[in-house]
C-alpha cells in the first residue's frame, strides 16, 4: 500500500490524500476543503479504478475560468505520485 498527500493549487479544495495498493489500484482518495458533495463524488469514483484510468478520466477538467478543478487537481496529484513510486 502506498500513501501521497498533494497540496492542490487554485482550487478551493486545499489538499488531497490518495492511497493505492501494490496493482496500482486506488483505494482511498479524501479531499481537504472543497465543495464537500463534489468532492466526495469524484473521490468514490476514482476508487476502484487503476490510477492512469482516472488522470485520463478527469483530467483538464475545469471550474469556471481556473484553469482546473478538484478533478483536474486528482489527476496531477496522481501523476506526481506515479512519478515518485
Avoid: W
Avoid at 492542490?8 to 476543503?33: A, L, M, P, W, Y
Avoid at 490510477?51 to 478538484?70: A, P
Amino acid at each position: 500500500m502506498k500513501s501521497y498527500d498533494y497540496r492542490t493549487r487554485g482550487v478551493c479544495s486545499r489538499g488531497i490524500h490518495i492511497e493505492v495498493d501494490d496493482n496500482d489500484v486506488i483505494t482511498c482518495v479524501r479531499f481537504q476543503g472543497g465543495c464537500m458533495g463534489n468532492t466526495q463524488g469524484v473521490a468514490r469514483l476514482a476508487e476502484g479504478r487503476k490510477i492512469d484510468d482516472v488522470i485520463n478520466i478527469v483530467k483538464g477538467i475545469n471550474c469556471g475560468m481556473k484553469g482546473t478543478s478538484c478533478p483536474d487537481q486528482l489527476a496531477q496529484a496522481l501523476e506526481e505520485m506515479k512519478k515518485s513510486m
